[in-house]
């Protein structure tokens, strides 16, 4: 049924749960796993050497984050994917799910952006609302 998995975490408890989730899937149907993680754009007024920290910090917390999904998924059949973008979060997924062929998106229903939905984080809402395939989203 789903031959492309597309995980986007964030960190929080919920995208770990749904790393578990995706991870299910992917093993029952044998399908590809690819694991996001998207970060804020960084202010290019920052200048020099403080833009350059920035980067590198952002980085390595996306690095880290994109590790603990690895590692809560474990093992599976088929190769995981992984990937650090930088840009607006709902775009990204949208774009990636897009550009990859993805047959199902798996998140966490709640992240850690500033920003909170009444129901759902507001992440979340734009995905649901324009993704290009079904939305699995993990409580």
């Known amino acids: 049924m789903f031959k492309r998995i597309l995980l986007a975490v964030d960190g929080s408890e919920h995208a770990l749960r749904a790393a578990n989730i995706a991870a299910e899937l992917a093993r029952s149907m044998k399908a590809e796993l690819r ?3 998207v970060y804020d754009p960084i202010p290019p007024y920052l200048g020099e050497p403080n833009l350059q920290h920035a980067i590198d910090a952002r980085l390595k917390e996306a690095q880290a984050i994109l590790d603990k999904a690895v590692e809560a998924a474990g ?16 775009e990204a997924i949208i774009e990636v799910a897009q550009t990859r062929e993805c047959d199902l998106i ?3 229903s709640r992240g ?20 290009p395939c079904p939305v699995l989203i993990v409580k």
């Open 75 to 90: 093992e599976l059949p088929g190769e995981i994917h992984t990937g650090m973008i930088e840009g607006n979060p709902a």
């Open 35 to 37: 694991i996001v993680v």
């Open 112 to 131: 850690l952006g500033r920003l909170a939905g009444l129901l759902l984080g507001s992440t979340t809402q734009k995905i649901v609302s324009h993704a």
């Open 106 to 108: 798996v998140m966490g």
